[in-house]
């Protein structure tokens, strides 16, 4: 199967701290991932597109110095929320993209939920 | 118009039934479809691709394509309580098929 893991599961943190979020591709390869945000009762929202050894991609209307993706291996995404604030809030889930599948099946981590203080 | 189409719900069928959940999509030339289950709390989970026009099955499972209507359905036979969750339909679009668009998810309630 196509695995992916989320660590931490869970974070509360205070108001202007940062928080890392790593995304685990742990039986294949991905070049690419993707980070989503999704609040009680509401869609998935795509944040941005994270590719490895290069810059990642942002949707319109999310702040890249805040939200900093590091893509540096074949198997690692990171998502730094940088002096967060209680708006940050929310269900952070990571996919990747599962490139030895014909059509690029994208696969979820079980995600992370953010509290701010 | 939205690339990826799907009633919000919320579809309530009783225990046995037979549970169908649509999804329209607007890209022609779109080649992969998928329906994701997500529970209440919990990320997304990979249900079933299909690629080709038609009926693929698996288990109580049948996705069903129409690529000239741009359509894709979910079928779910004998539905279960535990079959209650929000449904994603995701298309793949873009000029290499790669950039997949999620629909905004049905709400299924499977009533015992």
């Known amino acids: 199967g196509a695995v992916v893991s989320q660590h931490p599961s869970w974070v509360i943190c205070k108001s202007g701290t940062s928080v890392k979020i790593e995304c685990r591709s742990l039986?294949?390869?991905?070049?690419?991932m993707f980070w989503y945000r999704q609040f009680p009762k509401q869609s998935l929202m795509l944040m941005a597109t994270?590719?490895?050894?290069?810059?990642?991609?942002?949707e319109q209307g999310v702040e890249k110095d805040k939200f900093l993706i590091n893509h540096a291996s074949l198997t690692l995404s990171t998502l730094t929320v940088t002096s967060a604030h209680p708006e940050d809030s929310s269900f952070y889930i990571c996919?990747?993209?599962?490139?030895?599948?014909?059509?690029?099946?994208?696969?979820f981590g079980p995600g992370t939920r953010l509290l701010v203080l | 118009q939205k690339e990826v189409e799907q009633n919000s719900g919320p579809l309530s069928v009783p225990e046995g039934a037979i549970a169908s959940l649509n999804c329209t999509y607007s890209d022609r030339g779109s080649q992969s479809f998928f329906w994701y289950r997500q529970y209440s709390g919990k990320s997304p989970e990979l249900i079933m691709f299909i690629y080709s026009n038609g009926d693929k099955e698996d288990g109580r499972f049948t996705a069903q394509l129409n690529k000239a209507s741009q359509y894709v359905s979910l079928l779910i036979r004998d539905s279960q309580p535990s079959d209650s969750a929000t449904y994603l339909c995701a298309v793949n679009v873009g000029q290499n098929n790669n950039d997949m668009r999620f629909g905004a998810g049905t709400r299924l309630t499977v009533k015992p």
């Open positions: 996919s990747a993209r599962d490139v030895r599948q014909y059509q690029e099946t994208q696969y």
């Open positions: 039986d294949f390869q991905a070049t690419t």
């Open positions: 994270s590719n490895e050894g290069s810059k990642a991609t942002y």
